[in-house]
């Protein structure tokens, strides 16, 4: 067996075809020895992809912008699309069948503010109508610190991507009330990235040809048997609270077969980031994106 490293940005189930690709067996069927890691503040992908610790790793198309809006050339490019829709959901502190998003208008918000999530969430406001400014939206921290300040009684309402409003769910604390992902549609979220001499190796191709299985297996496969798989990589988790948000995930279309990142995607996350003034123009397709490496 080959190793292979993989780090990504953030851990939820909105990453199960990537996490799939490991739990249910997949990378082992190609002949790989697969390990994973979460990213820290200190150690991100690109440091892992940049240093040779990792072979690949999940990010996001946006995450090059940065680059691009200073003048530089990536060295980085993304080759598979893991979600084509947003991950995140909205939970309220009781149970709103009628929910619709002016009701968070003067209320306290516990949004993620990592620089995308709060991006897609700026929009997804205005898609509904909404002034981002007449949300009293509060920055807790990150994952942790957002779920304990809720689990505190802080704020009226929560965005966080599965299983944690799930989890509050099952135990009677939050009760999710809405979907990011359904507001705002196909769009480039999460994707695989790596370096392009990486993408020309064997092992690069021999991790597609697994990947694009695991990408069938989350669209057919009950959401009982992948979270029943993922169990382990979900430490504290109830099981149902983990099935509920890959059926979720299911329902809202996150996981599309073809693992090729669109135009059409892509070009409505700039559209995302320029209402957010996250950045100052559109960049290229062509310098963030590539194909996959069996298609190469």
């Not at 697969?34 to 200190?42: F, K, R, V």
């Not at 790793?57 to 912008?65: E, R, Y």
């Not at 109508?129 to 929560?158: C, N, T």
């Amino acid at each position: 067996m080959t190793p292979i490293n993989i780090m990504v940005t953030r851990h939820a189930a909105f990453y199960s075809p990537l996490i799939s690709a490991i739990a249910a067996g997949f990378l082992q069927q190609e002949g790989l020895a697969p390990s994973y890691a979460i990213a820290t503040p200190q150690r991100s992908v690109v440091d892992g992809i940049r240093d040779g610790s990792i072979h690949l790793g999940q990010s996001a198309v946006s995450s090059n912008w940065g680059l691009l809006e200073r003048g530089e050339a990536p060295d980085i490019v993304h080759f598979s699309q893991i979600n084509e829709r947003d991950g995140f959901f909205i939970a309220a502190r009781e149970p709103d069948p009628d929910f619709n998003w002016t009701k968070l208008i003067g209320k306290q918000v516990l949004v993620d503010h990592l620089r995308q999530p709060l991006a897609m969430f700026k929009y997804a406001v205005h898609q509904r109508g909404v002034d981002y400014e007449s949300i009293d939206s509060i920055d807790a921290g990150g994952v942790e610190e957002i779920d304990a300040a809720f689990r505190a009684g802080q704020g009226d309402y929560v965005h966080q991507q599965g299983p944690a409003p799930q989890q509050l769910e099952k135990e009677g604390i939050g009760y999710v009330v809405a979907a990011v992902g359904e507001v705002i549609g196909p769009v480039a979220f999460s994707s695989l990235t790596a370096s392009r001499e990486w993408l020309r190796t064997d092992m690069a191709r021999a991790f597609m040809h697994a990947y694009r299985k695991a990408r069938h297996y989350v669209n057919n496969t009950e959401a009982a048997t992948i979270a029943k798989a993922q169990a382990t990589f979900f430490k504290g988790i109830d099981h149902d609270a983990l099935r509920r948000a890959i059926e979720l995930y299911q329902g809202l279309g996150c996981w599309q077969v073809d693992p090729r990142i669109t135009r059409e995607a892509y070009d409505r996350a700039l559209d995302v980031f320029l209402h957010s003034g996250v950045i100052s123009k559109r960049h290229g397709y062509d310098t963030v994106v590539v194909a996959p490496p069996d298609e190469g």
